[in-house]
């Protein structure tokens, strides 16, 4: 295992929480007011036709009680068997601004009907098909009170699958927790103000706080550090690096490659200290509405947000850097969740691939004839296991060798199917369907990588374990 140990200097994971999805199976009442840029998506003061039938465990009508004006809309629960979500859906005209578009508001007001004090409720944003792309929980006391409540864009996260504030084409509310009644009221697009902050200086303000903190940009790409160490050489070149990888990616999917129109860039962040690691997660997950966990060391993505630390003994040019911003614009471009179970294995693939292509070095020469030669076994503790089981489970540090020469087999012998790969797992299509659309299965694939890896490491290779992307020429 010790040849395996350099390369497995990370896992990159995502939330620990539950991520929600517009269940295809349910169906969802939607109102037919109509969404303005920076106005009112809805103010029920005029009749709405919500059919009853349209939701499962609740009837929806509107209600002469507002918080504004002469109605609102109200949700009454009624018992089903199994009990279904209501869900609501307010249809949005165009897409949201980011530029000019500081929050979603609304007023609501609850009543339980017994003990429960608050209620749960998510607001998802969905895009033309009706899939949710973010998503935010919030909870509303259930005091029978009005209140109000504002969810800043920042503070929403990727939801079914990822997409851009221009893609959203409907708010959607989710029920979550038990209720007698509920009122919505006054929902809202909230203009950003002309002294807003910029996203990337509010991502750097979370990270470090008022600490000094130098960074580098450019390309829709941001690196921040608090580390004394690392100097504006050290920036520009992970920066470099971080380009360099953008446009791998784009030039192996082609056209798979659709950026998500968020404000901020993505970012890899480098922290002086362990601590400060932490509590940033601490803070995102706060800002979130979830709970995160980061590993203890090493590095971690969150959509198309890096993080790691800074170690004096391991010096100012670190694979882990490389690798753990690979996962952020592998999210960003490839709409790619790391750590997810369906996107983790194409992520970990690409993001130690190309770490082996620029530190060959994370993995000794030999490791890769002992491993074709040995071949693939069905055994927890086996470093090749089954395709099968590999690219539909949670990934682990033991598949990083794995799935970078898988990565690289796809790139020598089928290029072609990468952007069909990638698309297909964007849109949350299952992994047994992406290859069957291809012409292939698992099994088969599991096949030709093996013969592919036995003749091309028959012996170990002295000029590293892939060919170096056209991208690090003369680096």
């Known amino acids: 295992m010790k040849h395996i140990a350099n390369l497995l200097l990370l896992m990159a994971c995502v939330i620990a929480g539950v991520t929600d999805t517009c269940r295809a199976d349910v169906a969802i009442a939607t109102a037919p007011s109509l969404l303005q840029p920076d106005a009112a998506i809805a103010t029920f003061d005029t009749d709405v036709d919500l059919p009853e039938a349209k939701l499962v465990s609740a009837r929806v009508s509107r209600d002469p009680a507002a918080f504004a004006g002469a109605g609102s809309l109200r ?15 307010l249809p949005i005209t165009a897409g949201i601004d980011s530029g000019r578009t500081d929050a979603i508001s609304f007023h609501a007001r609850a009543a339980d009907g017994g003990a429960q004090k608050d209620v749960r409720v998510r607001i998802g944003l969905c895009n033309s098909s009706g899939r949710q792309i973010m998503q935010r929980p919030v909870t509303i006391p259930a005091d029978n009170q009005w209140h109000p409540v504002s969810v800043s864009l920042e503070r929403f996260r990727w939801g079914e699958i990822a997409g851009g504030w221009n893609e959203a084409r409907s708010v959607q509310i989710i029920i979550e927790s038990s209720f007698s009644s509920i009122w919505f009221d006054e929902v809202k697009l909230v203009p950003r103000g002309p002294d807003a902050v910029l996203p990337k200086d509010r991502l750097r303000k979370l990270a470090f706080a008022e600490r000094d903190a130098r960074s580098a940009e450019g390309d829709g790409l941001f690196v921040a550090t608090d580390a004394a160490d690392l100097t504006e050489a050290d920036m520009l070149r992970i920066l470099g690096n ?55 060391s090493g590095g971690y993505t969150v959509q198309d947000i890096a993080t790691t630390t800074f170690d004096p003994k391991l010096g100012n040019d670190r694979p882990v850097w490389l690798h753990e911003s690979a996962h952020a614009i592998v999210g960003r471009d490839l709409r790619l969740a790391p750590g997810t179970i369906a996107h983790s294995w194409l992520q970990e693939g690409l993001a130690n691939y190309i770490q082996l292509c620029v530190y060959p070095n994370s993995l000794d020469n030999g490791a890769y004839p002992r491993l074709f030669a040995a071949g693939v076994q069905d055994l927890p503790q086996a470093l090749f296991r089954p395709l099968k089981s590999v690219l539909s489970e949670r990934v682990t540090t033991q598949q990083y060798a794995q799935l970078a020469s898988l990565t690289a087999y796809l790139i020598e012998a089928h290029p072609d199917w990468l952007p069909k790969i990638a698309s297909g797992l964007a849109d949350a299509t299952p992994v047994d369907k992406v290859f069957t659309a291809l012409g292939t299965d698992l099994d088969a694939l599991q096949t030709s990588w093996l013969a592919w890896g036995r003749k091309r490491f028959a012996q170990p290779r002295t000029d590293g374990h892939f060919d170096r992307p056209v991208e690090w020429n003369g680096r």
Do not use: C
Not at 253 to 265: N, S, T, Y
């Open 75 to 89: 949700i009454v629960f009624h018992a089903t068997e199994p009990v279904v979500p209501p869900t609501l859906r």
């Open 242 to 296: 971080m380009k360099r990888t953008r446009s791998l990616v784009r030039r192996l999917f082609g056209d798979a490659v659709r950026p998500i129109d968020a404000a901020p860039p993505a970012a890899l962040l480098i922290f002086k200290d362990q601590p400060g690691y932490s509590v940033f997660w601490q803070n995102m997950g706060s800002q979130w509405g979830a709970r995160i966990l980061p590993p203890q």
